[in-house]
């Protein structure tokens, strides 16, 4: 497994080994010892989600207030542009974003730690995407970011309108711009 930095430090990119031929492939898609060895962290995941969304979706930016996730993400059909928000308020990227395009073909996966807001935007027909969490799903500690926050701006790759859901049209912007 390849780890790699983004601009923000602690939010990694993670290249799992990929083993083909002319039947197909194989990879180890997460393993909890290389997970901790690559990444440098303890965390044990609790649940694993499916999204299937539409072209032209914009789900998030989701956290949890006092129950954070940390969130292990990759895509196994289509193609997202995924974004984590540093929103740990003593963290010197706080209100920064980090974003990549996941894709069914490069099995890239994005490690963000608990304490980031989370969201994708799906950039071809349909996206199916899996997602670990270090923490379980609470509804009552669910909030949401604004997608389009003038101040952490976030440079989504929009060729119309997102469609978003009522919850997502009314997030809340992080900080006063």
Not at 44 to 73: C, E, I, M, W
Not at 139 to 164: F, H, M, N, V, Y
Request: aromatic letters at 12%; glycine letters at 8%.
């Amino acid at each position: 497994m390849k780890v790699t930095s983004t601009v923000i430090p602690d939010v990694l990119i993670i290249e799992p080994r990929v083993f083909g031929d002319p039947r197909g492939f194989f990879f180890e898609s997460f393993n909890q010892r290389e997970f901790n060895a690559a990444t440098g962290t303890d965390f044990s995941f609790v649940q694993d989600n499916h999204s299937r969304s539409a072209k032209g979706v914009l789900r998030g930016l989701h956290y949890q207030v006092t129950q954070p996730q940390g969130k292990l993400v990759r895509v196994v059909r289509g193609a997202v542009f995924d974004v984590a928000v540093d929103i740990r308020p003593a963290s010197p990227t706080f209100g920064q974003w980090a974003g990549l395009e996941l894709n069914e073909d490069d099995h890239r996966q994005l490690w963000m730690p608990p304490g980031f807001a989370h969201g994708f935007l799906v950039l071809g027909e349909s996206a199916d995407v899996l997602y670990k969490t270090t923490e379980y799903y609470s509804p009552t500690d669910e909030a949401c970011l604004a997608w389009d926050d003038p101040g952490i701006g976030i440079q989504w790759p929009l060729r119309s309108p997102p469609i978003l859901s009522a919850k997502d049209r009314q997030g809340r912007k992080l900080k006063p711009v």
